[in-house]
């Protein structure tokens, strides 16, 4: 993996080893990467002796539970005034598995303020100056996890991974590839999953706990979105699922239940573009997954106000789902008219 400038290291390095007191931020609505990464982070800041504290914009979903350190992170919008306290405080801000700040929501108008030193580790494309100063970006990563793993090698901090701290590293990159099934064809990826193991994690209890660790509730709602709500585009080789507020609260909706729900159209012979549209507070999630060339960053930058990587993009929508369903249709069938899918 490519790490564009070695002074992006040297400054990681400097800063953390005279740093005292550490803050580390992921992304809104954090998933197994960005909520893995933290606590990987953390829990090897911890054993080199710092103070190191995990504040997230909000909750994340209760599969990433069995995390080591997951009950010491601060939900910002629950915590307002002790996180910013702590905020100011800190010596130095990571930003993990995002780069961009509108990504951290609630989160965003303080940082667009507040001057500590900051430093962004993060595999998303195009990362936008303002979000650190400093700025780990490889978008070739299969994961933040991923790269976080090396960026701690490089900067002879190896011997501080604990167990616990790798086994939160392992769940980022598996839920970032769905058990490496996609984005995970460089062999850095697997030469970073042998070390991992090297460590002694216990890859199945991990994978027990996050992929076969369903609610009923969870699993009712999975066959109620592919047995009626999954719908065919033939001509544009794609399939969608959409879910209302009512529908989600009909099934007991929690956070992360719908996690995943949208690779479940690639299953499909023949289809090559799956979406999942979920509503939500006056506002319709879009996440998008794709194969065989189809870019589905470029499509949700183009239509969704999104973006990502280029098999898995997200974005959303401020029309009514029926209408953000009518969207998708008409843009999609044009997008794969102009560029040829």
């Not at 599969?63 to 996180?83: E, Q, R, S, T």
């Not at 965003?108 to 900051?118: G, H, I, L, Q, S």
């Not at 729900?261 to 939500?280: D, H, R, Y």
Request: hydrophobic residues 40%.
């Amino acid at each position: 993996m490519d790490i564009k400038h070695q002074s992006q290291i040297d400054f990681f390095k400097s800063y953390v080893n005279n740093t005292q007191k550490l803050v580390i931020v992921p992304h809104n609505n954090p998933d197994g990467d960005a909520l893995g990464s933290s606590l990987g982070l953390c829990n090897t800041l911890k054993n080199m002796g710092k103070e190191a504290v995990v504040i997230s914009p909000n909750e994340f979903p209760d599969f990433l539970n069995w995390m080591h350190g997951v009950n010491d992170v601060l939900i910002y919008d629950k915590n307002v005034k002790k996180a910013q306290q702590l905020i100011s405080e800190a010596g130095l801000v990571i930003f993990l598995d995002f780069n961009a700040l509108s990504r951290i929501k609630c989160m965003e108008a303080f940082f667009k303020e507040d001057t500590t030193p900051r430093i962004m580790i993060d595999h998303h494309p195009y990362p936008e100056n303002e979000t650190a100063a400093v700025q780990i970006s490889v978008p070739e990563a299969s994961s933040t996890c991923e790269l976080l793993f090396q960026v701690l090698i490089e900067s002879g901090f190896e011997t501080s991974i604990t167990k616990e701290a790798a086994e939160c590293i392992y769940a980022g990159i598996m839920t970032d590839t769905g058990s490496l099934n996609y984005n995970s064809s460089r062999p850095d990826t697997y030469l970073i999953v042998a070390k991992l193991l090297g460590m002694g994690i216990d890859k199945e209890h991990i994978h027990h706990m996050i992929f076969h660790n369903n609610s009923f509730d969870r699993m009712r709602l999975l066959g109620y979105a592919l047995g009626t709500k999954m719908e065919r585009l033939p001509k544009q080789k794609a399939a969608f699922i959409a879910l209302g507020q009512d529908e989600l609260k009909r099934f007991n909706f929690k956070p992360g239940d719908t996690e995943g729900f949208v690779n479940q159209a690639l299953w499909i012979e023949g289809v090559q573009v799956s979406a999942m549209f979920t509503e939500k507070n006056n506002l319709v999630k879009a996440s998008f997954r794709s194969r065989n060339g189809f870019p589905a960053n470029r499509f949700s930058e183009t239509y969704f106000n999104g973006g990502g990587h280029f098999n898995a993009a997200g974005g959303e929508s401020k029309l009514s789902l029926s209408d953000t369903i009518e969207r998708f249709k008409t843009t999609l069938k044009e997008f794969c008219d102009e560029h040829g899918f």
